[in-house]
């Protein structure tokens, strides 16, 4: 979710809802806003697009308004990005509900948190920058979600992730300690 941010999929409304609900947000407020994004499908596989352009931009374009996005945000009063959750190139709900049919003993889904940070390495630079230069403050899931450098997808056959990325109410309870801190600091 950025300002300008248009998808290259007609069918998608994320755009819609950002132009919407994202400007507001940049004049003086009180209330924390939270920025959260699939950011490391855009630092790969981009879908979004800024301004006239016609073809989707490359990462180091995505980066610029994540920054754009942040700083503009962060005038406005206290403003928080959530850093990229792993991504599965699986179903995972789907994929364990179908190992443990066939095995009661499958092992949880996991993958090495290296392949995450490898994966989000490119939009890394620019959440950085929006923290340096506009006191945009990040919170990071992967000490969270990625124990002993396994990114889990599931834990104890239950799933953590519902898709690729969405996390389920059992994942996104794991990330209660990342949020205390924005209502901590109010």
């Given amino acids: 979710m950025s300002l300008g941010a248009q998808s290259t999929d007609p069918e998608n409304k994320c755009g819609a809802f950002s132009a919407r609900f994202l400007p507001p947000l940049t004049r003086p407020r009180t209330t924390p806003v939270l920025l959260i994004g699939f ?29 754009r996005t942040g700083c503009a945000l962060a005038k406005g009063g206290p ?33 090495p948190v290296a392949e ?5 390495a490119p939009l890394m630079p620019y959440f950085k920058q929006a923290e340096s230069s506009c006191g945009v403050r990040l919170l990071d899931p992967l000490p969270l979600l990625c124990p002993g450098g ?37």
């Avoid at 990330?175 to 600091?185: C, V």
Wanted: charged content about 25%.
């Fill in 39 to 67: 950011w490391d499908v855009h630092a790969t596989e981009s879908s979004l697009r800024f301004g006239n352009a016609n073809k989707a931009a490359g990462a180091d374009e995505v980066g610029r308004q994540i920054v």
């Fill in 79 to 111: 403003t928080y990005m959530l850093l990229p959750t792993p991504y599965f190139p699986i179903q995972v709900a789907t994929q364990l509900q179908r190992s443990l049919a066939s095995d009661p003993d499958t092992p949880d889904i996991t993958m």
């Fill in 116 to 120: 995450v940070e490898r994966r989000n």
């Fill in 150 to 186: 396994r990114c889990m997808g599931s834990d104890g056959h239950r799933a953590i992730v519902r898709d690729e990325h969405h996390l389920t109410e059992y994942g996104n309870r794991r990330l209660t300690p990342l949020f205390r801190s924005i209502i901590l600091d109010r």
